[in-house]
């Protein structure tokens, strides 16, 4: 008697169980790998985003780009202001008929504005980052604040010597508005360190520290576009702008950069630490 070569129906399930169970473990680790990959590129974005700040504050008698309004010869913000220095931009809406084709939806990528965990596009806004703009009680912000120019006004740049601690404060982070019901509910204390003067419901004393979930705001919505707000500040809380906030939004970690220039991941729940603190990096201060 011969035997036939082949596989027996064992032989061939504990080789199917085999490759699930590589499977398994495998997949999850290519997901990181990809998400990883996504906060690279990211991280980049931010890097030259920083470059192009500091290109345009030697030219601009060291002083940091507008935040938004009636500014630099027309309507601009700082994402069009940095534009010249920045070699892979992208696309403005080429079909846009209004007046503002500076404020436009990007039509297809907008380059380095465009974080791959959040796209820019014509249904999340043109922007994937925001502009730590508002001035706080512990000194200026990214903007000297609103000034009234003509009929209009702005936010011009703050100068660089107004900045005390220039690599250790942000200038630009992964933002998004998060204050939907989603987030509100998955974190109760979303309204910790709103302002009173904004009457967000159970927002709670504004130094800090405080008890709201960075890591739980999950849902993102429309791009903050130019400025995010921090604890303590304006438009923070769910009740001011729809809560522009810095977005955990890689692994729970926030891509930044800071007001020297350079890029960096940041703990989301840095966003938690007592306002002047000296691992508070979102407050100009000493």
């Known amino acids: 008697m011969h ?13 199917i169980a085999i490759i699930a169970i590589l499977a398994a473990i495998l997949f999850p ?10 906060a690279i590129s990211c991280l980049s974005n931010m890097k ?4 192009a ?3 345009y504050a030697q030219d601009y008698d060291e002083s940091y780009p507008c935040g938004w309004g009636s500014l630099d010869n027309g309507q601009s913000m700082w994402r ?39 796209p820019a596009s014509p249904s999340a806004g043109p922007s994937s980052y925001g502009y730590n703009a508002f001035p706080s009680s512990t000194g200026s912000g990214m903007t000297s604040g609103w000034v009234s120019i003509g009929t209009g006004g702005g936010f011009p740049g703050a100068p660089m010597a107004g900045i005390h601690q220039p690599a250790n404060y942000v200038a630009f982070a992964d933002a998004s ?5 989603q987030n509100m509910a998955a974190d109760p204390n979303f309204n910790d360190g709103s302002p009173s003067w904004t009457s967000c419901p159970g ?84």
Not at 177 to 181: E, S, Y
Not at 212 to 220: D, G, L, Q
Request: hydrophobic share 30%.
């Open 3 to 15: 035997r036939k070569n082949g596989f027996t129906l064992i032989e061939l399930l504990v080789v």
């Open 29 to 38: 680790v290519f997901a990181q790998a990809r998400e990883k990959a996504r």
């Open 48 to 51: 030259q985003i920083g470059t």
């Open 53 to 55: 700040t500091m290109m």
């Open 80 to 118: 069009n202001t940095i534009q010249p220095y920045i070699q892979k931009y992208g696309n403005t809406n080429p079909s846009a008929t209004d007046a503002t084709p500076w404020y436009d939806a990007p039509n297809g990528s907008n380059g380095v504005y465009s974080c791959p965990d959040h």
């Open 177 to 181: 508005t998060v204050g939907n019901a």
């Open 203 to 286: 927002s709670s004393p504004e130094s800090g520290p405080y008890n709201f979930k960075p890591k739980a705001w999950t849902v993102e919505g429309w791009s903050v576009d130019w400025d995010f707000g921090v604890p303590g500040g304006e438009d923070w809380g769910s009740c001011r702008n729809g809560g522009r906030r810095p977005m955990s939004r890689h692994s729970s970690k926030i891509n930044a950069t800071f007001a020297d220039g350079h890029a960096k991941s940041v703990d989301g729940d840095s966003l938690k630490l007592t306002i002047g603190s000296p691992g508070d990096f979102w407050h100009n201060h000493d």
